[in-house]
């Protein structure tokens, strides 16, 4: 049997959002976890008639607790028009759709929790100095999982071998002029298993690289 792909026109980006207003819809359990994402935004507004505590602990957030379907429309729109990311997250899907219908009008990138949106909010897998999103498009859930699970594992070293990668790198632009040479070496490296060990414990001095200048 034949699986067909998906046509997908997303196209994925991470983005410096700190100088950005995100205006999410909902705290239940799925707003909670939606505002989460976006805690380093520059100004995350949450509107909800039921607030969870956890919320009131994000700094940048400012909490509306108001019943949003007796929302005057008007009030919609200007409260719309200050956000620059509208994300609906209520369990009412036909409040979502119309919250969003308001922000694709308003020109608005937005994410509706129970339908389509012009955005997705992927899973992120990320260790101290690595990210990585991963949306599957609702299909299969349990595969960001399954990638964690797979990097802790059977990649434990990443962490150090990024930071060792970063200082032999700088080393190596004043001893080896060819770009291609200095990519060699650095594939080595990280494909190198006593390499990789020590990384598992720390990050290791650059001379245990030597052996492949």
């Given at each position: 049997?034949?699986?067909?792909r998906?046509?997908?026109?997303?196209?994925?980006?991470?983005?410096?959002?700190?100088?950005?207003?995100?205006?999410v819809?909902?705290a239940?359990?799925?707003?909670?976890r939606?505002?989460?994402?976006f805690?380093?935004?520059g100004?995350?507004?949450?509107?909800?008639?039921?607030?969870?505590?956890?919320?009131?602990?994000?700094?940048?957030?400012?909490?509306?607790?108001?019943?949003?379907?007796?929302?005057?429309?008007?009030?919609?729109?200007?409260?719309?028009?200050?956000?620059d990311?509208i994300?609906?997250?209520?369990?009412?899907?036909?409040?979502n759709?119309r919250l969003c219908?308001?922000?694709?009008?308003?020109?608005?990138?937005?994410?509706n929790?129970?339908?389509?949106?012009?955005?997705?909010?992927?899973s992120?897998?990320?260790?101290?100095?690595?990210q990585?999103a991963?949306t599957?498009?609702?299909?299969?859930?349990?595969?960001?999982?399954?990638?964690?699970?797979?990097?802790e594992?059977?990649?434990?070293?990443?962490?150090?071998m990024?930071?060792?990668q970063?200082?032999?790198?700088?080393?190596?632009?004043t001893s080896?002029?060819?770009q291609?040479?200095?990519?060699?070496?650095?594939?080595?490296?990280?494909?190198?298993?006593?390499?990789?060990?020590?990384?598992?414990?720390?990050?290791?001095?650059?001379?245990?690289c030597?052996?492949?200048?």
């Open positions: 049997m034949q699986i067909p998906g046509h997908n026109s997303m196209i994925p980006l991470f983005l410096d959002l700190s100088a950005s207003r995100v205006l819809f909902g239940g359990d799925v707003g909670v939606k505002a989460r994402h805690i380093s935004a100004r995350l507004t949450i509107v909800a008639e039921d607030i969870s505590p956890e919320l009131f602990s994000f700094k940048n957030a400012s909490i509306k607790q108001t019943e949003i379907a007796e929302m005057d429309k008007d009030v919609l729109d200007k409260l719309i028009e200050k956000h990311i994300i609906t997250a209520l369990s009412d899907e036909k409040e759709e219908n308001l922000a694709k009008a308003a020109g608005k990138f937005y994410n929790a129970t339908g389509e949106g012009n955005i997705r909010i992927p992120v897998i990320a260790g101290t100095e690595y990585i991963v599957t498009e609702k299909a299969a859930p349990v595969v960001p999982a399954f990638i964690r699970k797979y990097l594992e059977n990649l434990p070293w990443l962490d150090n990024i930071l060792l970063n200082t032999l790198r700088e080393e190596l632009k080896v002029p060819e291609e040479r200095r990519a060699e070496i650095l594939w080595k490296v990280i494909e190198d298993r006593e390499i990789q060990n020590a990384c598992k414990s720390g990050v290791p001095n650059t001379d245990i030597r052996k492949y200048l």
